[in-house]
């Protein structure tokens, strides 16, 4: 299984796909063979997830064909498409929470069950793991794994069902810096037993670095192919954005700014995760008016605990919460929204609006029961759907129609729509989770844009971002969270981009380092 | 002794709580994939109202049984169809196959000449081990007296305890409950694993229902479940998804439903309107209570994915 | 032979983002006319003429204004069961117990009429009857209430467990013991009668007030759920918890309220009952799965509070004609058995007012898309 007596090859030719109607992927086609790393470089909603789903069998393409070793398949399930060799890896991991390891690995494989053949998958999971670095437990539940270990939990299921080529759907989205290093040599280890790897990347220097040839695509069209050591990041960047383009945002002067008083203060808190278990563990910061203060980590190390703590959305066991000089510690979302806070949750659809309710009735989810939009207990829809148009107009939120649920939207329209509720509202200080998670470059360019104007204005930012990139780029103070802590604060210009990285999976030390 | 009222009430314990043992352990198998159905209650009368048909006109336990298991199997069919397919609320969709399962029964409970009104005569419910071993003192009545059926429920909370945790199927099965989508992308087939466990739970209700009219209750009477299927319902989450628990509690509520019985015979004056509330008060208490537990044992057991129902190409 | 599953291949549902008026409206109509096809083949199935059958119950229940009066004084309670169950499934409480908070309406109502004095003014009489009944139906709800909105307990259970509890606390009273309920001169269990100034004033032959007040009721809960600061916290929770608690609405204070509402509802209907139709407190009458139906009619009425009254004349009409049915060889039982078929058809027409059915490739109409 691990060297095939013939390269294995892959052919995509012309697939396509719709939703509603409109075209996610529209006219793709690129081929790989065993042996070879094929990277397949877009932006966010250039259809590469879309044509990764199709792929993996979870889609079935409205036409088009795909080319396994010479003959035309019908990917017609997951299963079909494991047994015909293609392993998915996603971006957002399908693992089993509460099963082992060893459980999610033969999931889906009968042949592979039984008391004894259990003892046999575990030897087999670990002869794997060995064999290409990818060191998991196979007797550990899921959850208590850190994403790095279930990325490779992902892998080697792969891998032991005799997966020949992988497909790896933006894998080093979620990780720190050097569990990439980590996983790139798992990668080429595969390669070198005859495996085929399509890598999937919105990354241009991820696939500058790690892969053989290129297919770029760009609004669900091929838009440009070539053997990697040929290109250029000016070319591949013409190819993904078209001739327009004028190069990324972090050339720009970064006006100096001098940071006033603290806005938001954080102190001593103490916050019990999901599992009954200590998720945020005495986290103490503060955040000044005209400053954004960014949150790295790995995802899961607390962030989404601390910033729902920070809104009210779940109780602190300890500490306290400052906002604008109130303490809001013992206050509900509110009350805290009262004193100033602006918060955008990463769950956009489900918290920040809710999924099957109109336009007008999200926008004024935060104030409907203040005047103009209610008087002594009554709506007034009038005054709701001026407030509804005003913020629609002012934000650019396209898309919706009256009395349609927002879950009809698309994710940069839904986003608008957030921010303009909660910036266009009394506020001192926001709080923005992954903000720009899953947006394609116009929407998310246009999110980034609204937080520097909030900083601009003197109020006070906390950025909580998976994109390591992202927090560098836009952040004054880096803090970086693992395992529930801060374990690290940097104020520009001192910002330590490799010590941040080996924090961020505690490779350094246990002392809170802090270049501030 | 073994006339004695604590062995007697011990047996009939037995007996009365084998009937919702068995819709209980169809419905944990059912909601262990993901599906929440409701409608137990209904599934149970329609096998009922199947079982003392067949059992009439042929006289055959085996048969009876087996017919009222496929009216229960047909009628949760029809709230896979609902839940998995159409994807309806699966709370509406449960209460409905109640109401059409009751409706249903007391109509074909009611037609023509009706010989549904007689007793079923030629089933055989008699005890299945030789009497020698139920004549055994205290434990020949409460353990070796019964007839097949009793045996039959035990048996198949032993096998699905097993299967559950320890079979390709289970997993299988538990997967689909825990993460669809994680299970779809692993090569299950979600839907064809939930159709089969809601089946399989309106089978085992139905059986269940079966068992009720044959030989609990003796004769067919519109509505006769009385709740158990709902106190089937609440012990699932009673016993945390877990078969062999749900065992225990079923016989619990078997001893609660003949309480009556008991003090009657220990000569204690309680109205009878009083008794027939014990369970319903018992279950109420017993819920409330699992949910007031710190431990939250009750969210830790359910299925991650319990009445959501999947859809895989969702953007 | 491959050729359906092919098709079925090629099915693609869209989820459509406003279903239109006539939809919302259309798909419950046509529901209801397939459960009545289905009905017809299991009647013809039996033996009975199902043109027959359904021309008798009209005759029985809608034809002439006496059957009109006996269809809408049986519709009385159903309306109120209906927008019991409405209102609380609106915000995805399931209270299933409005059949028992019923009862402790009606045991409340009844001990009211028969313990205040008799010759207290009608009016009085009556508000404290229907305000006792409500009473008694907030207090019963909030068995399930305040455990479902301080402990997450399940209220699905705890309502039906409940209901089981009320009924055999009401037969208890009557039945099982020489109660201040029961009428000591009879040696047949039986209620006492409650005085006549406790007994609602006609409108049009049999049909008492109650009706009129069940209409009134509606429109306020409509008014209440479209228009109000509250209808608008029920909404948001209804379609998402977590949104509800990033805007600051309190969830367990809500699910209080709710589940008040929907209890005072199911007791007035039953203290209507007592004192409209029944005039004591008969369990008998009473026990008649009015909370059940009531569930039934907020579903075809798709959660709508003016629409709960039209289907609870509509399956008024169809339990009312259940006794003219024995005349042509039917069973009475074919009443519960339709509403069960009307019941499980309006939810599976639910799936086609919410989702848009095509073919692949390239028919799926480009309308349910939003950028």
Not at chain 1, 314 to 324: A, K, L, Q
Not at chain 2, 206 to 212: D, E, M, T, V
């Amino acid at each position: 299984m691990d060297s095939p007596a013939h390269p294995v090859s892959l052919q995509v030719k012309d697939l396509r796909k719709s939703f509603y109607g409109v075209p996610a992927v529209d006219g793709v086609g690129f081929d790989v063979v065993g042996g070879e790393i094929h990277g397949l470089l877009g932006e966010n909603g250039a259809g590469k997830s879309t044509l990764c789903s199709m792929l993996a069998g979870l889609y079935r393409p409205d036409s088009g064909s795909i080319v396994l070793d010479g003959d035309t398949v019908q990917l017609r399930s997951p299963d079909d498409a494991a047994a015909r060799g293609i392993g998915m890896v996603y971006q957002h991991f399908r693992l089993v929470d509460s099963f082992t390891v060893a459980e999610n690995i033969v999931l889906g494989d009968a042949a592979a069950f039984g008391r004894k053949a259990r003892r046999g998958v575990e030897e087999r999971v670990e002869q794997l793991a060995a064999e290409y670095g990818l060191e998991v437990h196979p007797s550990a539940p899921v959850w208590q794994l850190s994403v790095g270990e279930r990325q490779r939990v992902e892998i080697l299921k792969q891998l032991f069902r005799g997966a020949r080529i992988l497909i790896l759907d933006e894998p080093t989205a979620v990780l720190a810096p050097h569990e990439s290093d980590r996983l790139f040599e798992a990668v080429r280890l595969m390669v070198a037993t005859g495996h085929a790897v399509v890598l999937v990347s919105h990354k241009m220097q991820e696939i500058l670095g790690h892969t053989d040839r290129v297919t770029v695509l760009r609004a669900g069209r091929n838009a440009g192919e070539g053997v990697t050591n040929s290109l250029t990041t000016a070319g591949l960047a013409t190819m993904m954005f078209g001739s327009t383009y004028t190069g990324a945002s972090d050339d720009e002067p970064r006006a100096l700014h001098t940071p006033g008083d603290d806005v938001l203060a954080v102190n001593g808190l103490q916050v019990t995760g999901d599992h009954g278990r200590t998720a945020v563990d005495s986290v103490s910061f503060s955040v000044r008016r005209g400053e954004i203060v960014g949150v790295a980590g790995v995802s899961g190390n607390g962030q989404r605990e601390l910033h729902e703590a920070i809104a009210g959305l779940r109780s602190s066991t300890e500490g306290s919460v400052t906002i604008d000089g109130h303490d809001c510690s013992k206050l509900g979302p509110k009350q805290r929204h009262a004193a100033g806070l602006a918060y955008i949750p990463e769950d956009r659809l489900g918290t920040g609006l809710a999924p099957g309710l109109p336009i007008e009735h999200n926008m004024v989810l935060r104030s409907f029961s203040r005047r103009p939009h209610s008087r002594a207990g009554w709506l007034s829809s009038a005054a709701i759907a001026k407030t509804s148009a005003r913020l629609v107009r002012d934000f650019d939120v396209r898309g919706a129609r009256d009395g349609m649920p927002v879950s009809f939207m698309s994710g940069g329209n839904l986003q608008k729509a957030i921010l303009a509720r909660e910036l266009t509202e009394h506020h001192e200080v926001l709080v923005a989770a992954a903000p720009t998670r899953g947006l394609d470059l116009a929407a998310a360019e246009a999110v980034r844009n609204h937080l520097h104007r909030e900083r601009d204005s003197g109020r006070g930012v906390l950025l909580f971002s998976e994109d390591l990139a992202e927090v560098l780029d836009l952040s004054d103070v880096v803090l970086v969270m693992f395992k529930g802590r801060v374990v690290g604060s940097f104020a520009r210009p001192d910002v330590d981009i490799e010590q941040i990285g080996l924090l961020m999976t505690g490779a350094a030390t246990d002392e809170p380092t802090s270049a501030t | 002794m073994n006339d004695s009222v604590i062995v007697l009430s011990i047996a009939s314990a037995i007996v009365a709580g084998t009937p919702i043992l068995l819709a209980a352990l169809g419905e944990i198998i059912t909601e262990r994939s993901g599906v929440m159905n409701l409608g137990v209650e209904g599934m149970m009368l329609v096998g009922a109202v199947a079982a003392f048909w067949c059992g009439v006109h042929t006289g055959s336990l085996t048969l009876a049984l087996l017919v009222g298991g496929l009216a229960g199997a047909g009628l949760s069919l029809i709230h896979a169809v609902l839940a998995i397919t159409l994807r309806v609320n699966q709370t509406v969709a449960g209460l409905s196959l109640v109401i059409v399962g009751s409706g249903l029964s007391a109509f074909l409970g009611s037609v023509g000449s009706s010989p549904l009104l007689e007793a079923p005569n030629g089933v055989d419910v008699s005890p299945l081990l030789p009497d020698w071993m139920a004549d055994l003192p205290l434990v020949g009545p409460i353990l070796f007296g019964h007839d097949v059926v009793v045996y039959i429920a035990i048996a198949a909370v032993a096998f699905a305890a097993r299967v559950l945790y320890h079979s390709a199927f289970g997993l299988s099965l538990r997967a689909v409950g825990e993460d669809p989508a994680a299970a779809d992308a692993a090569g299950l087939h979600v839907v064809r694993m939930r159709y089969l466990a809601t089946t399989i739970g309106g089978f085992c209700a139905g059986i269940g229902g079966a068992y009720l009219v044959l030989a609990v209750l003796g004769t067919w009477q519109s509505g006769l479940t009385a709740g158990a299927g709902w106190i089937a319902v609440a012990l699932v989450i009673l016993a945390g998804w877990r078969p062999w628990l749900a065992l225990i509690g079923a016989y619990t509520f078997g001893a609660l439903r003949g309480l009556g019985f008991t003090l009657q015979i220990a000569q204690v004056d309680i109205p009878s309107d009083f008794l027939t509330m014990i369970p319903f008060i018992t279950a109420y208490v017993v819920v409330v209570a699992v949910s007031a537990s710190p431990t939250r044992a009750r969210r830790v057991a359910a299925p991650a994915a319990l009445g959501e129902p999947y859809r895989r190409e969702q953007r | 032979m491959s050729g359906i599953p092919a098709l079925f291949d090629r099915v693609v549902v869209t989820p459509r983002a406003q279903p239109s008026v006539s939809l919302r409206a259309g798909v419950p109509l046509l529901s209801l006319l397939a459960a009545l096809a289905v009905g017809a083949v299991i009647l013809v199935a039996t033996g009975a003429d199902p043109f027959e059958a359904y021309r008798t119950m009209f005759d029985a229940s809608l034809n002439g204004s006496a059957a009109i009066e006996r269809t809408l004084t049986y519709a009385t309670p159903l309306i109120l069961t209906g927008l019991a169950a409405a209102v609380a499934f609106r915000m995805r409480t399931y209270n299933i117990g409005a059949e028992g908070q019923l009862f402790m309406g009606a045991i409340a109502g009844s001990w009211l009429a028969l313990a205040l004095p008799e010759d207290l003014p009608a009016p009085l009489m009556l508000t404290a009857m229907l305000l006792g009944g409500a009473l008694a139906g907030v207090l019963w709800a909030g068995f399930a209430a305040v455990p479902k909105a301080f402990l997450g307990t399940d209220e699905i259970i705890t309502t039906l467990m409940l209901n089981f509890v009320a009924l055999a606390f009401m037969n208890y009273l009557i039945f099982g013991s020489m109660s201040f309920w029961r009428d000591p001169s009879r040696p047949v269990p039986q209620g006492k009668q409650i005085p006549d100034s406790a007994v609602l004033p006609a409108i049009s032959g049999r049909l008492h007030l109650g009706f009129a007040i069940a209409v009134v009721l509606a429109v306020l809960i409509w008014l209440l759920l479209r228009s109000s600061t509250f209808g608008f916290r029920i909404r948001t929770i209804g379609d998402s918890h977590r949104a509800a608690r990033y805007a600051g609405i309190g969830v367990p204070v809500a699910t209080l309220a709710v589940m008040s509402i929907s209890g005072a509802l199911a007791g007035v209907a039953g203290a209507i009952e007592v004192s409209g139709v029944t005039n004591r407190l008969d369990p008998k009458a009473l026990a008649i799965e009015l909370g059940y139906t009531g569930i039934v009619i907020a579903a075809v009425a798709r959660l709508h509070p003016l629409g709960v009254v039209p289907v609870a004349v509509l399956l008024a009409a169809i339990t009312t004609a259940g006794g003219s049915m024995q005349s042509i060889g039917v069973q009475v039982e074919v009443v519960v058995l339709l509403q069960g078929l009307i019941f499980l058809s309006v939810t599976a027409g639910e799936f086609f007012v919410t989702n848009r059915i095509g073919l692949r490739p390239g028919v799926v109409a480009a309308e349910g898309s939003g950028l």
